[in-house]
């Protein structure tokens, strides 16, 4: 069991930024993909970005390529994204999810679908005003 933590969330201008946490405890994160979903009211979960368990890997939505960036520590167990020029379409639940890297699956193929993730927080909101 693997337990996810988001922080960060908030009410901001566009334009502005945000930066975005998630803490991973219960059992070690070092084989897990990590990544970042949204949510918007009346719509789907869509993904935004993921990091693979070594950091070697990253993969963004085009939506967001060159305003977000996504790392992660090991050390400490968290991933980060960080949330620049926001627009008010970024407005949304913004969750935190991990997908086991240790079974096969091909990370390239699956880490932009939320059915591969084992693991979800219970999210944190992002609202950017106009």
């Known amino acids: 069991q693997l337990q996810l933590v988001e922080s960060g969330g908030g009410l901001v201008q566009a334009g502005d930024s945000l930066r975005l946490s998630c803490a991973a405890s219960?059992?070690?994160?070092?084989?897990?993909?990590l990544g970042w979903f949204r949510q918007a009211p009346g719509k789907e979960r869509e993904f935004v970005a993921t990091?693979?368990?070594?950091?070697?890997?990253?993969y963004y939505a085009d939506f967001v390529k060159g305003r977000f960036t996504i790392s992660r520590d090991n050390a400490k167990n968290t991933v980060s994204l960080q949330m620049n020029t926001l627009k008010p379409e970024d407005t949304a639940v913004y969750y935190c999810?991990?997908?086991?890297?240790?079974?096969?699956?091909?990370?390239?193929?699956?880490?932009?679908?939320?059915?591969?993730?084992?693991?979800w927080g219970q999210g944190t909101q992002v609202t950017v005003s106009s």
């Open positions: 219960g059992r070690t994160p070092s084989m897990y993909g």
């Open positions: 990091i693979s368990w070594n950091g070697g890997t990253i």
């Open positions: 999810a991990a997908l086991w890297q240790g079974d096969g699956r091909d990370y390239s193929t699956v880490y932009y679908s939320p059915n591969q993730y084992d693991y």
